[in-house]
């Protein structure tokens, strides 16, 4: 019984370390064309069943008026993002949750709240955007949509654009930035400092332009990531609270 169990976890180890060694072999041979590098930047991509993040949230309004807040993120993949912001002091000011059809939001300063379709966040942002790309954007994995791009690549960086996509690549096949342009409109997220210990960005800046005027600056700084652990998700309307208009 001994021998059996050793063989198998012996099996198991080895096709393991085969595809490890398969996987990081992909990835040393640099790619030659826009499918090769979108099949490599795919290996890289993960999306864990739970994320939870910790840290800052600045933004930026109308004449360069800058706010900064705390924030708290928590994803559980495929059903829904859990967001808390909260003043100094840990005093919460607004909460809100997307699931893959709606999204509930929670005023605490002036005790309102809404519940919307999911659709409301592309009113928000003046830009189409699902459930799935908010939860890609914030994993920082995003999926490079199927199209037929434009191929280059700099001394730091691999470019792929379309009219309606640019992606900033790096050489270790890792998005650093994404442009999603909607006519007029436009979203771009910008990842800065990845970590050497999780592979995961330090920052995620996004700006939202319309006729080539910034409608919001919004900058996510993580002072804490947690893969796959569980974490509650509470929201609750007090009765006393009202629909917001």
């Known amino acids: 019984m001994n021998k059996?169990?050793?063989?198998?976890?012996?099996?198991?180890?080895?096709?393991?370390?085969v595809t490890k060694n398969v996987t990081e072999l992909s990835l040393s041979i640099p790619p030659k064309n826009a499918k090769e590098l979108i099949a490599k930047v795919n290996l890289k991509n993960k999306f864990p069943e739970w994320l939870a993040l910790k840290g800052k949230v600045r933004v930026v309004l109308e004449k360069d008026n800058e706010v900064s807040?705390?924030?708290?993120?928590?994803v559980r993949k495929d059903s829904l993002i859990w967001a808390s912001v909260t003043a100094p002091f840990g005093i919460e000011l607004f909460r809100a949750v997307l699931t893959m059809d709606s999204v509930y939001y929670i005023n605490r300063t002036n005790k309102t709240y809404f519940a919307k379709p999911i659709a409301h966040i592309s009113k928000i942002i003046k830009t189409d955007i699902a459930f799935n790309e908010i939860q890609e954007m914030i994993m920082a994995s995003p999926k490079i949509v199927k199209n037929k791009y434009s191929f280059d690549k700099t001394n730091d960086d691999f470019l792929l654009s379309t009219q309606d996509y640019i992606y900033t690549i790096s050489n270790f096949y890792r998005i650093r930035q994404g442009v999603l342009i909607n006519k007029e409109n436009s979203l771009m997220y910008t990842y800065s400092n990845f970590s050497f210990d999780n592979d995961f960005p330090e920052q995620l800046e996004l700006i939202v332009k319309s006729s080539s005027k910034n409608v919001f600056n919004?900058?996510?700084?993580?002072?804490k990531v947690v893969f796959d652990q569980q974490h509650k998700t509470p929201f609750n309307i007090p009765s006393s609270y009202v629909e917001a208009k």
Do not use: E, N, T
Not at 4 to 17: E, K, M, P, R, T
Not at 69 to 74: A, C, D, P, Y
């Open 218 to 223: 919004l900058k996510l700084i993580y002072s």
């Open 69 to 74: 807040l705390g924030i708290s993120i928590r």
């Open 4 to 17: 059996v169990a050793l063989y198998f976890f012996c099996i198991v180890f080895a096709s393991s370390c």
